[in-house]
């Protein structure tokens, strides 16, 4: 189960296969999720994941996924947490989620993931 921290989100499901392109900045993670797939004899696409979804009070945005991301592999759990920042129309920086504003916000941007298995 995803904990969040915001009145603004609930939860939403979205592929693994969605959330591999969502982290492929970050090499590490990618090829950890693939190992555990390989070693489960999965696919991406077999997955379902629970993520963050943005509220409808985000003009732009609403019902779209971000981290934090939950994905089951086999009999093991991946929790993936990342920084994000929102962009307005124009590419501008508009700050993080404690200061965007949900009306201007057209894009986001999520590096910095930090990822825990369990068990």
Known sequence: M???QSPAWAE???GLDE???AVRSAPKLVSDIQAELDKNG???ADVICIA???GNQWKYLGGGRAA???C???KRNVQID???VYFDSRGKLIGDLDKADPMRAKTFREDNFRWTWAP
């Open 68 to 70: 934090p991301y939950a």
């Open 2 to 4: 995803v904990l969040l």
């Open 72 to 74: 089951e592999i086999g």
């Open 42 to 44: 999965l696919k991406a």
């Open 82 to 84: 990342a920084d994000r």
């Open 52 to 54: 963050a979804r943005h």
């Open 12 to 14: 939403g499901s979205l």
């Open 19 to 21: 959330v591999l392109v």
